[in-house]
């Protein structure tokens, strides 16, 4: 059966919203789910369904019934919900379920040990275990960093407005990175490509860089002068992270983004996706570097 009517979850947010934007164009039918109290903003065309409670099996079940796909974009500290999300579109006979992954591989023996990530490994046991003979499958899309949301938020990779960057390991391993629109259109293929992409990870891998390229095309547009360059190891940002998690586990801000940066740069984290990624059975490209700086030079203000 082929997908028509597709369900977001977090279609407003920095990787929902490109989603939602490249279904509604493919002719995809579009239906977000948002609190009744959102004042979010949603593109022509998409039908909003309020959610207020997602431990609520039963009204997920009602509000997924007709669909045909649930993805779901849902932040990290709501990834538990899944579990429910999952319950849900089994229930209501949907065809498939794509979980909030949109990160490092967590099929990865390192990434696996990482406490915040322990959420999203157990939604995806759970899917492997609940799908299993039922007519839902899942697709977990990995794709480690989001490059040019990367570059000019929360120094992800580097802060181009500001002029900043963490150096992690001398900036030279070799990492995957994506565009959200890349993203999206990956996430579009996989609706297109079901019995390819079923019940298994699928791997996106637009452009392998260092962070010692991105900032030297970085000085090349924005101009080399006033950088503030900070170096660390993998190994300080997993311990502060490890240290900070076990004295504030109230305040995320301080440990999620440094095991983040852990996953992204660490060489035994898998985040170099070339030679296992997807590309070819979605019928995706990698971008070429001349691609990369022009994107680059368009995020200079």
Same mark, same amino acid.
């Given at each position: 059966?082929?997908?028509?009517?597709?369900?977001?979850?977090?279609?407003?947010?920095?990787?929902?919203?490109?989603?939602?934007?490249?279904?509604?164009?493919?002719?995809?039918?579009?239906?977000?789910?948002?609190?009744?109290?959102?004042?979010?903003?949603?593109?022509?065309?998409?039908?909003?369904?309020?959610?207020?409670?997602?431990?609520?099996?039963?009204?997920?079940?009602?509000?997924?019934?007709?669909?045909?796909?649930?993805?779901?974009?849902?932040?990290?500290?709501?990834?538990?919900?899944?579990?429910?999300?999952?319950?849900?579109?089994?229930?209501?006979?949907?065809?498939?379920?794509?979980?909030?992954?949109?990160?490092?591989?967590?099929?990865?023996?390192?990434?696996?040990? %990482?406490?915040?990530?322990?959420? !999203?490994? *157990?939604?995806? $046991?759970?899917?492997?275990?609940?799908?299993?003979? &039922?007519? +839902?499958?899942?697709?977990?899309?990995?794709?480690?960093?989001?490059?040019?949301?990367?570059?000019?938020?929360?120094?992800?990779?580097?802060?181009?407005?500001?002029?900043?960057?963490?150096?992690?390991?001398?900036?030279?391993?070799?990492?995957?990175?994506?565009?959200?629109?890349?993203?999206?259109?990956?996430?579009?293929?996989?609706?297109?490509?079901?019995?390819?992409?079923?019940?298994?990870?699928?791997?996106?891998?637009?452009?392998?860089?260092?962070?010692?390229? %991105?900032?030297?095309?970085?000085? !090349?547009? *924005?101009?080399? $002068?006033?950088?503030?360059?900070?170096?660390?190891? &993998?190994? +300080?940002?997993?311990?502060?992270?490890?240290?900070?998690?076990?004295?504030?586990?109230?305040?995320?801000?301080?440990?999620?983004?440094?095991?983040?940066?852990?996953?992204?740069?660490?060489?035994?984290?898998?985040?170099?996706?070339?030679?296992?990624?997807?590309?070819?059975?979605?019928?995706?490209?990698?971008?070429?570097?001349?691609?990369?700086?022009?994107?680059?030079?368009?995020?200079?203000?």
């Amino acid at each position: 059966m082929s997908i028509k009517r597709v369900a977001v979850v977090g279609a407003t947010g920095a990787i929902g919203e490109p989603i939602t934007k490249a279904l509604l164009a493919a002719g995809f039918e579009v239906t977000a789910f948002t609190r009744s109290l959102s004042r979010n903003i949603f593109p022509p065309g998409v039908r909003v369904s309020p959610v207020d409670d997602y431990e609520d099996v039963a009204g997920l079940t009602e509000a997924l019934k007709g669909q045909h796909a649930l993805i779901s974009t849902i932040a990290i500290g709501g990834a538990a919900y899944q579990k429910n999300l999952l319950d849900a579109a089994i229930a209501a006979g949907m065809n498939r379920f794509l979980p909030s992954e949109f990160g490092g591989d967590l099929q990865n023996a390192k990434v696996k040990t %990482l406490p915040i990530f322990a959420d !999203k490994i *157990a939604v995806e $046991e759970y899917a492997a275990q609940k799908c299993k003979g &039922t007519g +839902t499958s899942y697709t977990f899309v990995y794709v480690n960093a989001f490059l040019d949301w990367g570059l000019v938020n929360h120094g992800l990779l580097l802060d181009l407005p500001g002029k900043k960057i963490q150096m992690v390991n001398g900036g030279e391993t070799s990492f995957t990175a994506n565009t959200v629109d890349f993203i999206a259109q990956g996430v579009l293929a996989i609706l297109q490509n079901l019995d390819a992409t079923a019940n298994r990870a699928v791997r996106l891998n637009q452009a392998v860089v260092t962070q010692a390229q %991105l900032l030297g095309l970085s000085k !090349k547009y *924005a101009g080399s $002068e006033g950088w503030e360059v900070d170096t660390v190891s &993998t190994e +300080t940002l997993e311990q502060k992270a490890d240290q900070n998690l076990k004295e504030n586990p109230a305040n995320p801000a301080a440990y999620v983004l440094p095991y983040v940066k852990r996953t992204l740069y660490g060489r035994d984290c898998g985040g170099n996706f070339d030679g296992k990624d997807d590309n070819d059975v979605l019928g995706l490209r990698k971008m070429t570097d001349e691609e990369l700086e022009q994107m680059i030079k368009s995020l200079v203000k």
